[in-house]
DNA sequence: GCCGTTTTCGGCCCGACTGTTTTCAGTCG
């Protein structure tokens, strides 16, 4: 399989714990981690500029040595660092620094006295005893390591945004009911709104932190309290999902809150720029010496550092930091922006409600327009295949007939074949408003012939938005192979639009490929995907991810009016498609 | 190993909690 972003970045990733193992430079180290975490997020594809002679030393946290080692990578796979490191260190050893309370001195530690070098072997010789007569380590080490790793082997995973609100709010309400408590809000990649959170993150202001922890440890459906102090406590929920509690005075609040929503990058970032300027920050405040010049509020943190304050979406170190102190941060779309959905199912297809009754929620939602995309059926044909949707554009004609502020579009969501050819008949397809295409099958073919697909799909002259592009289901299927930039940027030329699927198990197109759409200028349909009308609230999760994609109200399709909407559809429904095609090929 | 309106060399974020220590190393967020 070709290298990739992702397999570079594995590469780097993988350097830097053997490194750290090994006892090197930690500054060594670092520089690994933050160019694979750079590499991961980059928006070019980086074998792609090696094969373009591209200078790679332009890239963030890239210098000459590390841009050398892309090209070693980009041609083999590999580079002979990581081949030398894994001589040196056999195994799965990289694995036991995901064990929590196993940090690299300890992994090394074990490796040197008892040879471990894998989860398996560590748990026979915790449960052998012989963990705990190592210099460093004890009883209590070694049960708590013994935890770690079952907990580990049983369920590793991460958790959708619903799932960990599900889990966040009741325990919220209890610890707002402690006496002295004046705020309680959650913090963390939750609040960042990235697609699924590995742990929650709890900032509460109170006259009595230890009245709080009580409360928070105490609480029923805690399995297991991994830390309790007076200011910080750690606790596994019974399903799984690890809360992180800090506990801070109310004059502090802007600065723990900053400290506390991370990501951990960004609060780097930030503080190397407090340095620079003889300020400190931590989570306490902004401090010149003793002075404390700020921290009540967010915004007075970045204030004192000469920032604009950064929306918690943006705060990834992405540029964010960079944009904010230039004043050119991106004013981010809104829910309340969002007039309409282009991407919804109903009981004609893989949806539980009538058109009626998803019309009426749609309405109720304050939605001005609905598109009905119901889906083709997968197998059959003949004749009268399209039926149904022929006797659904005449109920859409008669529901509209009864709103006078509400409009349904007529849709589909046709599928799209390995040749890249729709599944409904053009004459079809000519009598709707949009065509909504979705790979739906296929998903494993190679990087070429999925990308040909797609780009043969939105040349027919009716296509209007592609579907969930990657086809990723979070924690269940990977994206696909695909090449993102020629879609876009073929979206881009034939005047159709992608799509940012708002189901919270897709959130597909991922945050940095809506970034790269709004910079080739192709607008990002929201689409719910609801299949029933209780997911037309999906919407909001579908604005989360438009807004850590830098999304603005213009980026977003369906920030448009109805009166501003109907051209641009038509325009991807009308003939020509084919010819702009072909202009787009000189490009 | 990267990086630079203090630097091309000498820096590299900051504090809490635990367990094993007897003043602190290791880990974590």
């Not at 399989?1 to 830097?16: D, G, K, L």
């Not at 967010?298 to 540029?319: C, M, W």
């Not at 598109?371 to 399209?386: E, L």
């Not at 065509?435 to 012939?449: E, K, Q, T, W």
């Amino acid at each position: 399989m070709p290298i990739r972003n992702a397999e570079c970045a594995a590469v780097f990733a993988e350097i830097a714990d053997m490194l750290e193992i090994q006892g090197a430079n930690p500054f060594r180290v670092r520089a690994y981690r933050n160019a694979a975490r750079t590499i991961a997020d980059y928006g070019r594809d980086i074998p792609a500029m090696v094969a373009n002679g591209d200078d790679l030393g332009k890239i963030p946290s890239i210098g000459p040595d590390l841009a050398s080692k892309l090209r070693e990578i980009a041609a083999t796979g590999t580079c002979e660092l990581q081949q030398t490191l894994r001589h040196a260190l056999p195994g799965a050893i990289v694995e036991l620094l995901e064990v929590p309370g196993l940090g690299a001195k300890r992994v090394k530690a074990l490796h040197d006295a008892l040879h471990v070098d894998s989860l398996e072997q560590l748990r026979t010789e915790a449960k052998n005893g012989h963990v705990r007569e190592l210099p460093g380590f004890g009883a209590r080490t070694e049960a708590h390591l013994l935890d770690a790793i079952d907990e580990r082997l049983r369920d590793p995973q991460r958790f959708l945004l619903p799932d960990a609100a599900h889990a966040l709010m009741p325990l919220l309400e209890r610890l707002r009911a402690v006496a002295g408590v004046g705020k309680a809000v959650p913090a963390g990649s939750f609040r960042r709104r990235r697609e699924t959170v590995g742990d929650l993150d709890i900032l509460v202001t109170s006259r009595d932190p230890v009245a709080v922890a009580d409360a928070f440890v105490g609480y029923g459906d805690v399995a297991r309290v991994l830390a309790h102090g007076k200011t910080r406590s750690s606790v596994v929920l019974v399903n799984g999902l690890q809360v992180d509690l800090r506990v801070v005075d109310a004059d502090a609040f802007g600065a723990a809150l900053v400290y506390f929503t991370g990501s951990k990058a960004h609060n780097i970032t930030l503080r190397r720029i407090a340095q620079a300027g003889g300020l400190k920050i931590n989570e306490y405040g902004v401090f010149r010496g003793d002075e404390r010049i700020a921290g009540a509020t967010e915004a007075s943190v970045y204030e004192a550092i000469g920032l604009h304050e950064v929306p918690p979406e943006l705060r990834e170190d992405r540029g964010e930091i960079d944009a904010s102190r230039a004043g050119t941060l991106p004013v981010l779309v809104e829910r309340k922006h969002v007039r309409g959905d282009l991407h919804a199912h109903t009981d004609a297809s893989a949806g539980r409600d009538s058109l009626r009754a998803m019309a009426d929620a749609a309405r109720a939602r304050g939605l001005a327009y609905l598109a009905i995309t119901d889906r083709t059926p997968h197998a059959g044909g003949g004749r009268n295949a399209f039926e149904w949707l022929a006797r659904q554009l005449d109920e859409i004609d008669r529901v509209n007939a009864s709103f006078d502020d509400f409009v349904l579009l007529k849709g589909v969501e046709a599928g799209i074949r390995e040749d890249g050819s729709l599944d409904v008949p053009d004459a079809m397809l000519g009598r709707l408003d949009l065509v909504v295409g979705a790979v739906r099958d296929g998903f494993d073919l190679s990087r070429d012939a999925q990308t040909e697909r797609m780009l043969r799909a939105m040349d027919q002259p009716h296509f209007t938005i592609l579907a969930h592009p990657t086809g990723r289901v979070l924690g269940e299927r990977d994206a696909c192979e695909l090449d993102l930039p020629r879609v876009i940027a073929q979206a881009a030329a034939r005047g159709c639009f992608v799509e940012l699927d708002a189901q919270p198990r897709r959130l597909d197109l991922p945050d940095i490929w809506c970034r790269e759409a709004a910079k080739a200028g192709v607008p990002v349909a929201i689409g719910s995907d609801a299949c029933s009308a209780d997911e037309l609230d999906n919407l909001a999760y579908g604005v989360d991810q438009a807004r850590r994609g830098w999304l603005t109200r213009r980026d977003v399709l369906n920030t448009r009016t109805l009166a501003q909407l109907r051209p641009l559809l038509a325009r991807t429904m009308g003939a020509g498609g084919a010819s702009k095609r072909s202009r787009s090929k000189g490009a």
